[in-house]
């Protein structure tokens, strides 16, 4: 009896440790700095090509340790919302063919001259190296989007956090389309209403975020963190003169303008351009910290597994998370591989629980090896491989 009092002790002991420790690693899907861990944001939904910004590949990332997926929105000419990577339709679905004599005298399709009726017509296409043929995709609303997140979090049990993008909003409402009282008036509907409930806002226009926050958000009775977007520099941005002419954010990167950012924004996130092109003078070594003693959370974006970084010794995909969760400290990424994401974390988790059975031989003779992740109502669950 007293030996197994003595085990029982040692074990709980061990539970105890086992979760501090990955309660650093592993985050909720609150805003990060209630989490205290580093944050996973899945690039469109956790897809790309024919299914980014898609049902499928969203049903795939809430059942995934991944804490927010983004979720791009453009509006119809009849004021419905849907997920879509930009105002164009031209390079993602198979408009041309369906409706050819609807573009504009530039000759592109714009999402906000369909009504959904007619987007409900179209197919999603994109480059594929598949030998079969492409999954034959529509397009979402918003509103489908949330109902079917909001089934998947009953039935597993477990949130999944969203980060919705809105996209080019001041072209919005020049064709008189509010695309952003149209998002959190959905948000509302569908119960997101605080930061309780595991959703980032996010934009590349600081304008309309600050409306967000100060205008909307009160009028609507919504109350969610916002996450500011710094795009790449404008003289290393590819123009489009079929898209609205790109952000200029460099006041944002001065000590003055972290000062506005923090008024309105609960977190930054940067470009990778300004780790791996030549841009040293805009991002200074201070930026990162600058931001924290304001309260901004970092976050970096868009990493993918197979770019190369300039700035980084590496070019494996887990060098490249360790130089921004590690190196340089940041709070989360915007990534188009959350999956490797996800397995680089389990990798550390795993390497910690080795560690510890060499560290402890006698937890290691008596205990099988226990797998532990805080899920997104911040209760521990225990997968055991076997029973002690």
């Not at 990577?85 to 041309?96: E, F, G, H, K």
């Not at 409706?99 to 369909?114: C, E, L, Q, S, V």
């Not at 489908?144 to 809105?166: N, V, Y």
């Not at 934009?203 to 926050?213: H, T, V």
């Amino acid at each position: 009896m007293k030996l197994f009092f003595t085990t029982l002790s040692l074990f709980r002991s061990y539970l105890h440790t086992t979760f501090f420790i990955t309660a650093l690693l592993i985050t909720t899907t609150a805003l990060p700095s209630m989490a205290g861990g580093k944050v996973t944001i899945a690039l469109s939904g956790g897809a790309s090509g024919p299914l980014a910004d898609s049902l499928p590949a969203l049903t795939l990332s809430a059942t995934s340790t991944i804490d927010f997926v983004e979720l791009n929105l453009v509006a119809t000419k009849d004021y419905e919302l849907i997920l879509h990577p930009n105002i164009l339709l031209d390079s993602t679905t198979n408009v041309a063919e369906v409706f050819p004599d609807r573009g504009r005298d530039n000759g592109h399709f714009y999402a906000i001259d369909f009504t959904l009726a007619e987007i409900r017509q179209l197919r999603k296409t994109a480059d594929t190296t598949l030998s079969i043929p492409e999954p034959s995709l529509g397009i979402p609303t918003f509103d489908e989007t949330l109902s079917l997140l909001r089934a998947l979090e009953a039935d597993l049990q477990k949130k999944t956090g969203i980060a919705p993008h809105i996209r080019q909003p001041a072209f919005h409402r020049a064709e008189g389309k509010d695309i952003s009282e149209l998002t959190l008036r959905t948000l509302h509907t569908y119960g997101y209403t605080s930061t309780g409930e595991s959703v980032l806002i996010q934009s590349f226009d600081g304008d309309e975020l600050k409306r967000i926050k100060n205008e909307l958000m009160p009028a609507i009775g919504v109350n969610l963190p916002i996450l500011q977007l710094i795009d790449k520099p404008a003289d290393l941005a590819d123009r489009d003169t079929t898209l609205p002419a790109p952000y200029d954010h460099s006041w944002m990167l001065t000590r003055l303008g972290l000062r506005v950012l923090s008024s309105y924004a609960d977190a930054v996130a940067l470009h990778t351009s300004y780790f791996t092109e030549n841009t040293d003078s805009l991002v200074t070594i201070e930026f990162i910290p600058n931001g924290r003693a304001l309260g901004l959370e970092m976050y970096v974006f868009p990493l993918v597994e197979t770019q190369i970084q300039d700035k980084i010794p590496s070019s494996e995909y887990s060098a490249v998370l360790d130089y921004y969760y590690t190196t340089l400290g940041m709070d989360g990424v915007i990534t188009a591989s959350p999956r490797a994401t996800s397995r680089y974390f389990q990798q550390k988790e795993n390497a910690l629980l080795e560690q510890q059975k060499i560290d402890n031989p006698l937890l290691n003779s008596n205990f099988q090896p226990l797998t532990l992740r805080d899920n997104q109502n911040s209760s521990l669950i225990l997968h055991a491989s076997g029973t002690p």
